[in-house]
């Protein structure tokens, strides 16, 4: 079984994508980020996935009665309250860590390709030009434009698909919202219980207030990955 068992009745599911939407860069990919950012004034949020058979492996198998949110404290910034919701992520994103087959659907195929593509360059003083290899297109990635961007990092939107909503479309959040303060290492919790018993695999969170300046950034897996403590990442509890 690929869930984590802790010895009681409550499985720990780490997630399977995670990443963050940057309004001031739209086109950035943030599903390789290091930390999970969510902050106002310049608002990022951040986008959290799990397993959705895993979920309805364990609620199936009858006895739910809850399910926490958790994410790790990486470090904050900002004076006041810091009401970070999670909402319902109501579309599914990429993350560089997937096949990236799952996100060519529609790309067009000249740059999404898994294979270098030949252009052509000048040489220096030869008057002439050489065919040259580009550099292939990684694996898709998630921007504020896009839930699946087929070649990201390039300062362009190729989306497929496009959030509705640039930012992320996302539901009204069912949990109470979260007071992220503390040192490193807090682990802040949302009780999503009711998202989960209507299907719900996966999160968007942001500030309450995106109009307030300062934010938190928490570990995402590949943060968590390189600080050796996998636990560190997102993980969501079942009871």
Not at 20 to 29: E, G, I, M, Q
Not at 59 to 72: D, I, K, N, S
Not at 91 to 97: G, H, L, S, W
Not at 187 to 206: M, N, Y
Request: net charge negative; with cysteine.
């Amino acid at each position: 079984m690929s869930l984590l068992e802790r010895g009681r009745p409550d499985v720990d599911l780490p997630a399977e994508r995670d990443g963050d939407l940057t309004s001031a860069a739209p086109a950035k990919n943030g599903a390789d980020d290091p930390a999970l950012m969510v902050a106002g004034a310049r608002p990022i949020r951040s986008v959290v996935g799990f397993d959705p058979a895993a979920i309805d492996s364990f609620v199936a198998g009858g006895g739910f009665t809850r399910a926490t949110l958790e994410l790790t404290v990486v470090g904050t910034e900002g004076v006041g309250e810091r009401l970070v919701d999670a909402h319902p992520l109501l579309q599914d994103f990429a993350d560089p860590d997937e096949d990236a087959s799952m996100a060519l659907a529609g790309a067009d195929p000249a740059r999404v390709q898994g294979r270098a593509t030949i252009g052509r360059t000048a040489v220096r003083g030869g008057g002439r030009s050489v065919p040259v290899r580009a550099r292939a297109p990684g694996p898709p990635g998630v921007t504020w434009v896009c839930a699946v961007d087929v070649v990201p990092d390039d300062d362009r939107h190729q989306c497929a698909p496009a959030w509705e909503t640039p930012g992320g479309d996302y539901d009204a959040a069912t949990a109470a919202p979260a007071l992220v303060e503390g040192p490193p290492g807090t682990v802040i919790a949302w009780d999503v219980t009711a998202d989960v018993e209507t299907g719900v695999s996966r999160w968007l969170l942001k500030n309450r207030d995106e109009s307030i300046p300062g934010g938190a950034a928490f570990y995402s897996q590949e943060g968590a990955a390189a600080d050796g403590d996998p636990e560190l990442g997102p993980r969501l509890v079942l009871e």
